[in-house]
């Protein structure tokens, strides 16, 4: 009986912990809008790569609405109109890459890698 | 003195100080300019891919293709029937009239400064001047031409040899060097700058009246012009629905499926604009006046409005001053020698 018991709180936390690495590995990125750019640590940012599961977060910083979508057949999103002060986010689950713009402001491109 | 009188004096003075800054900061808070004035100074630097540099030649044979009604099927349409430079590069028409004087679905855009433009048409389908160029020509309901045909006429006119060789040395007469001309050609089709309001910009405080730097302040801050119409050629090239009446006009959703762009149509320019009437994609508007009208309704078909478009309260007197800064922003008449064709 003590070793099913001690098996299993082995397992059990070998599972958090392979949980809990993963979920520390999975990060939050913030992107900004801005100038009708997008920025990333006030730098203006064309491509960048992430890992699979990581969360890009397309904070409004423009007195202006922005609508960021991708028609990538990797990662088709839309997501909608939104005001200075709004942020919205779009987790990357598979691998490969993704081509976002901006609707409105055609200029303001992102070639996103998931790796 | 009784202490307790003076620090409640005190007291008060200072609450009343902190509340009226208070409210001087929201004032000037919600009606903060969106840019400054040296945003709009020309100091952009216009686009040029690098296999079609700007050259005196390559102008010169784009000038002479623009002008040629032999570019179109009939030989009686050239770029210049609709792009006429009389008419500020436009033809004052509500909708742009196409082969067999049939009426088209867009007014004709004005060609000032295209050159800055990345994306062209109303809908911004094509990327690039080069792009751009061989759309209306081989359009049927347009000049109607057969491209394969239409090398064969401009290779038997020693004339147009002679400046295709010029120009494009090497790479011979084809699809591709006749759009690098005409893109040539457009590219040298820019505003001199030197409006009232780009003399008041570099700094002659006399070039504006008080009506145009008030009209200004408006564009630039309650009125909320310059969300769109930014920057040196007072266009952010981008796409909008502004609620126009678009009857079955989808604009840029036509090409790209993305619900904010249904009824988007980008941005015009606003240089010359008192020469350039009718108004918006579809010529709607035959006066400055109702284009400001519209804007104070904050548009008339609000089916998929931009939420960048909201009602404006103008007094009649801001109106008139907003005219006025519009006014503004018209360069003197820059003549166009027209060329004479080779033959």
Known sequence: MNKFVTAFIVMITLLVTVSGSAMALAKDITVNQQNKTFLMDNVKVEAITVNQGDTIHFMNNDPWFHNIFSLSDLKTFDLGSYPQGESRPVTFDKKGVVEIECAIHPNMHLEVTVK | ?343
């Open chain 2, 1 to 343: 003195m009784n202490n307790s009188t003076h620090q409640t004096s005190t007291g008060n003075g200072l609450l009343v100080a902190a509340i009226t800054a208070l409210f001087l900061l929201a004032w000037g808070t919600s009606f903060t300019a969106l840019a400054a004035k040296a945003d709009y100074l020309p100091k952009q630097k216009m686009r040029i891919p690098k296999d079609n540099q700007l050259t005196p030649e390559r102008i010169e044979l784009g000038k002479a293709l623009f002008f040629d009604p032999r570019l179109s099927d009939s030989n009686r349409m050239s770029c210049a029937s609709c792009h006429n430079p009389s008419l500020y590069w436009t033809d004052g028409l509500r909708k742009g009239v196409g082969k067999g004087s049939q009426t088209l679905k867009r007014a004709t855009p004005t060609l000032v400064n295209v050159g800055y433009s990345r994306r062209l048409f109303w809908d911004g389908r094509a990327k690039g001047l080069e792009a751009q160029a061989l759309v209306p020509l081989k359009s049927t309901i347009e000049m109607n031409q057969n491209i394969a045909e239409l090398i064969r006429e401009l290779s038997a006119i020693p004339g147009y040899v002679e400046l295709f060789a010029k120009a494009y040395p090497d790479e011979g007469i084809t699809e591709l060097t006749i759009a690098k001309a005409l893109a040539s050609f457009e590219r040298s089709i820019v505003s001199p700058y030197d409006s009232p309001f780009d003399r008041w910009v570099a700094g002659d405080d006399k070039a504006l009246s008080a009506a145009a730097k008030r009209g200004f302040d408006l564009f630039d801050g309650k009125a909320r012009c310059s969300v769109c119409h930014s920057g040196q050629n007072f266009t952010d090239n981008s796409f909008h629905n502004i609620g126009l009446n678009n009857d079955d006009d989808i604009g840029r959703y036509e090409f790209i499926k993305v619900q904010v762009l249904k009824g988007a149509f980008k941005t015009p320019t606003l240089r010359d604009i008192t020469r350039t009437a009718p108004y918006m994609h579809n010529g709607e508007y035959q006066t400055l006046d109702q284009v400001i009208d519209h804007y104070v309704k904050g548009g008339v078909d609000k089916s998929n409005l931009s939420p960048d478009m909201k009602p404006v309260k103008l007094s009649r007197q801001e109106q008139a001053d907003l005219l006025e800064f519009l006014q503004s922003l018209t360069d003197e008449p820059q003549p166009v020698t027209v060329p004479v064709l080779p033959n």
